[in-house]
């Protein structure tokens, strides 16, 4: 009696190809229903028909007003099939104001047909909306949205066993991560999904993902497998006739043949995208094929035809409110117009960007703001740039603390949760109090053109400021590199230290010291000072064109705020020309940020002065087992005699007993650390060592395991504990290093003070064992007659360079955060 008709619903939408962060929809499914035995539902299943012909075409206006007719008969039936049909037709109509640009109706769309499935408790369609919905908000920006409307589309999609739709989610949440510039994550859901597309002979489908695997390759600069990639894609989309995705591959091997070098090819592809997508009316891909053939002719210093392509981008942006694709626009301009030399105009556009980079920041999770900033880090360079040249050295500034460490310090903010926190962009005036509250030289360093151009501001306790800038391009690498050379027992992985142990550029100098140190020796007459090649040519870039306006006082403080690979560069042994450490003339703390210094400074003011805390001493606990690689057989870590030998004089001095060895589990120390003030932990630490575990956050600290954990208390677990100590000092290799990023180092020592700890000693490589555990128990004899933690660890590594002078022995341990201590 009653004849059923399929109604269609979009299939969710995959990352669009041209560019990391824009979407496009794939071919549509028939899945709801309508009864059309009576004559209105008859004419509106008609109407609908020509509507999904019409979207299938790429006539996205026809479409939605065909699909807007349809609706309006659907809405005064009353029955449960015509309700299906109504969010089928809703969805439909999303589809079109999707590429029409009109993403505010789209969304709007989407939420009245996900409530009448959820009301229906139809749960294949609300996974398809889900899936949909989370498309659109990854191309408006809103990224943490996106992520958890594909988990939860996931979800449904799993419990009807629909593994097409699997594919077609996980390869949208490649597209996210994508767009949040976390490539091999994106690399790996792309290839998962891809694998499922092809199981199930999804051709559609499978050139969607081929075509985003060519944008990852592309951005490894891996430009064959790109090229490839693309090019097989492109062949499926012409034998589907599908001329969305057409447009879509042609504008992305035109990006790719320019990078390597092949223009006229890819103006040809570019303009073959541009003719597509002007004839489908698909206004999100015209504006990137106009954003993209600017870059070309930018590329090529034909400035005036690129700012005309820029500025039809920038037009339809606005017109779509695609937010992060204005911003990238605009990012453009301000670059082109500084190239021309027009400053003002320059840093007029990139300050627009900036505040529309900000916008998409909140709701975002910790890992993925950093992701984000990473990929925006070129705005506040080019800005910065902009300022300088125009003299403005308070605003560059104030955009260089502005783009660096931004997560962290909002994530400080959030977790610490005081009243007088803020995450804000700092201003000059409070940069200038911050150095006062300090009573210490602030220096900033900012990589403003990658291995060409460095700038400095020096700000002094009284808040005066100095910049100077310095010219990179003879300094070859900044980070000293890694060789094979195992002099001593260190505190890092022996499966690894073969490859890693040592940095050879300051390890190799036995051969240049007369009086070299034996282990546990006594101090070391007549020493001829080394001047090592790699510390003086370091000196010269990062210390000697500020030399002048440091303090003269050893004891003040020099507060060094890094920027990328700087945070590997181990101030304390840098050397002036007549050889003396840095360490010497000054005492020396490190920051990611201004800002963060700010923030551990309150928070250390807000910390209880609970009498009840104690110090938390571990040394040489029974070592876990780990492999090297996935599939190998795990072998036990060395014992670490020194790390004992250290642990127990240290526990003497602050008169505790220490945990040592088959005591020292994860469990109990986890505890202990709880109701902590002071924690050490001299162990092995585990970097490279565990990479295969991919680990969120970098890094791990060696504890005895037990049938309950590995003992491998990772940085992740760190993360999640709330500390009260105020000092904890990781006595273990590679500590202080991670994942760079604008961020600063994301590893142990961002966990910690992530956790609460406003200061914290970590080590930058695979620290020897014996002169580890001298320098550590010096450290604390130091604190027992100062309240200065910094001026501490400066006075131990005098001391240590009289017994052990080489710097591989002491100068691998940095001090992060405040210097003095505020509870009692």
């Not at 951005?219 to 693309?230: G, H, P, R, T, V």
């Not at 630490?685 to 890094?699: D, Q, R, S, T, Y």
């Not at 052990?804 to 001090?815: D, M, Q, R, S, Y």
């Amino acid at each position: 009696m009653v004849a059923i008709a399929t109604l269609v619903l979009v299939c969710s939408i995959n990352a669009r190809a041209v560019d990391p962060g824009l979407l496009i929809v794939s071919k549509v499914e028939q899945i709801a229903q309508i009864d059309t035995t009576k004559d209105p539902k008859t004419r509106a299943m008609e109407l609908y028909q020509q509507g999904t012909q019409l979207l299938n075409s790429g006539q996205f206006q026809a479409a939605l007003d065909t699909f807007e007719e349809v609706l309006k008969t659907v809405q005064d039936l009353s029955d449960r099939n015509a309700r299906l049909g109504q969010a089928g037709t809703l969805n439909q109509i999303a589809y079109a104001y999707y590429h029409l640009g009109n993403y505010e109706k789209a969304l709007d769309s989407y939420k009245q047909a996900l409530n009448i499935y959820t009301q229906e408790e139809k749960w294949q369609e609300q996974g398809a909306i889900l899936t949909n919905m989370g498309a659109l908000y990854g191309d408006i920006g809103e990224y943490q949205k996106a992520l958890e409307s594909h988990q939860q589309a996931l979800v449904f999609a799993q419990q009807v066993n629909d593994i097409k739709r699997q594919g077609e989610i996980i390869n949208n949440m490649g597209a996210i991560y994508q767009n949040l510039n976390q490539n091999q994550q994106a690399l790996e859901f792309y290839q998962q999904a891809l694998e499922i597309l092809q199981q199930v002979g999804d051709k559609g489908w499978q050139g969607a993902i081929l075509n985003n695997l060519g944008l990852i390759y592309a951005n490894l600069e891996q430009y064959q497998k790109a090229i490839d990639s693309y090019q097989k894609a492109l062949n499926l989309a012409e034998k589907d006739g599908d001329r969305v995705a057409q447009g879509r591959i042609f504008n992305n091997l035109g990006l790719v043949r320019s990078k390597v070098g092949d223009i006229p090819a890819a103006l040809q592809s570019l303009q073959k995208a541009l003719v597509i997508r002007q004839e489908l009316k698909d206004l999100p891909g015209e504006r990137t094929t106009y954003n993209d053939i600017g870059t070309v002719y930018r590329n090529l210093e034909e400035y005036k035809i690129a700012l005309q392509n820029y500025n039809k981008a920038l037009k339809i942006s606005r017109q779509i409110n695609a937010r992060p694709q204005e911003g990238e626009t605009l990012s453009n301009i301000g670059l082109t117009l500084l190239k021309l030399g027009q400053e003002a105009a320059a840093a007029d556009q990139l300050f627009k960007a900036v505040k529309i980079w900000e916008s998409l920041h909140p709701g975002l999770n910790d890992e993925n703001k950093v992701s984000l900033m990473d990929s925006q880090a070129d705005t506040y360079r080019w800005l910065q740039q902009a300022l300088i040249a125009q003299n403005k050295i308070e605003a560059a500034l104030e955009v260089s603390e502005r783009g660096r460490a931004r997560a962290f310090a909002q994530l400080l903010a959030s977790r610490f949760n005081e009243s007088d926190l803020s995450s804000s962009p700092l201003k000059f005036k409070q940069i200038q109090q911050i150095a006062q509250q300090q009573n210490s030289t602030l220096v900033e360093y900012s990589i403003v053109i990658e291995g060409k151009l460095l700038y400095i501001w020096v700000i002094q306790p009284d808040g005066e400021l100095k910049f100077r800038s310095v010219d990179l391009s003879s300094l070859q690498s900044i980070s000293p590199e890694t060789g094979n050379h195992r002099q001593v027992i260190n505190r890092g992985n022996e499966i690894e230290e073969q490859d890693n142990f040592v940095h050879k550029n300051i390890a190799q100098l036995d051969q240049q010291i007369v009086n070299k140190a034996a282990v546990n020796s006594q101090p070391v007459a007549n020493i001829v000072r080394y001047k090592d090649p790699f510390l003086l040519r370091r000196y010269k870039f990062l210390i000697k064109p500020i030399a002048d306006l440091l303090p003269t006082n050893p004891d003040h403080h020099v507060i060094f705020i890094p920027h990328q690979e700087f945070f590997l560069v181990p101030f304390a042994a840098l050397q002036d020309e007549q050889g003396t450490y840095l360490i010497e003339k000054h005492t020396i703390l490190i920051s990611p940020s201004i800002q963060v210094l700010d923030l551990t400074y309150k928070h250390q003011q807000h910390l209880a002065k609970e009498n009840q805390l104690k110090t938390l001493i571990i040394g040489n606990p029974k070592m876990p087992s780990i492999a090297s690689r996935l599939g190998e057989k795990p072998q036990a870590l060395s014992s670490l005699p020194g790390t004992e030998r250290e642990a127990l004089a240290i526990a003497k001095m602050l008169k505790t007993e220490p945990m040592i060895g088959e005591i020292a589990t994860e469990d109990i120390v986890v505890k202990k650390m709880l109701q902590a003030r002071i924690i050490h932990m001299a162990t092995h630490g585990l970097l490279n060592e565990l990479k295969h575990l991919g680990l969120e956050i970098p890094g791990a600290l060696a504890l005895t395991p037990t049938l309950k954990d590995d003992g491998l208390l990772t940085s992740d677990e760190i993360f999640n504990l709330k500390l009260k100590a105020e000092l904890v000092v990781l006595s273990a290799c590679n500590t202080g290093r991670g994942k760079i990023t604008e961020d600063g180092v994301i590893g142990l020592s961002r966990s910690f003070i992530s956790a609460g700890v406003p200061s914290v000693i970590v080590s930058l490589w695979y620290i020897p064992d014996n002169p580890s555990a001298d320098l550590m128990i010096e450290f604390y004899r130091q604190m027992q007659t100062t309240n200065d933690k910094a001026s501490a660890l400066r006075q131990a590594m005098i001391k240590t360079i009289e017994k052990h002078p080489k710097p591989l022995e002491w100068a691998g341990f940095i001090f992060m955060g405040q210097s003095g201590f505020e509870s009692n």
